[in-house]
């Protein structure tokens, strides 16, 4: 049976980091001073950790076995129709980004970070095709 109070967590942490993100109001990478850089680079990461945590979890629900790799969780709840082909890749892509700023954040460039702003909804559309596959309000 489905912890749905875990998963409810997860998503009001999800939703949390998103609103964060939003409320900074960056644009361009003319808006990205080195402060905000780094504070927007951070709140990104922590939402995707987040965005992690809620696929291992419906994963572990769902007895669909052990990932190999983080994109496998994706892989997996397309495999059992929990979410889509399309977004199976967009949020699998948008999550490889996390790899960046884990291991190579000297790397993450300004075109980066607005490029996630601009796909931002698709974490939003992950999170409620979750919600509603387990009746989550």
Known sequence: ??????????????????????????????????????????RIFSLLNKVIDLAEEVVRNENLGMPMKTRDLFE???????ISKEMEETVADLVLLRN???????????????????KINEIN???ETIRRYYKIK
């Open 100 to 118: 960046t700023f884990a291991h190579r954040y000297d790397k993450v460039e300004s075109a980066q970070i607005i490029s996630f702003l601009k």
């Open 125 to 127: 559309k992950f999170v």
């Open 1 to 42: 049976m489905a912890d749905l109070e875990k998963l409810s967590i997860i998503i009001d942490q999800i939703n949390g980091y998103v609103t964060l993100i939003e409320d900074m109001k960056i644009k361009s990478p003319k808006d990205l001073d080195d402060l905000k850089f780094d504070a927007i680079s951070m």
């Open 76 to 82: 997996m709840l397309k495999n059992k129709k929990i």
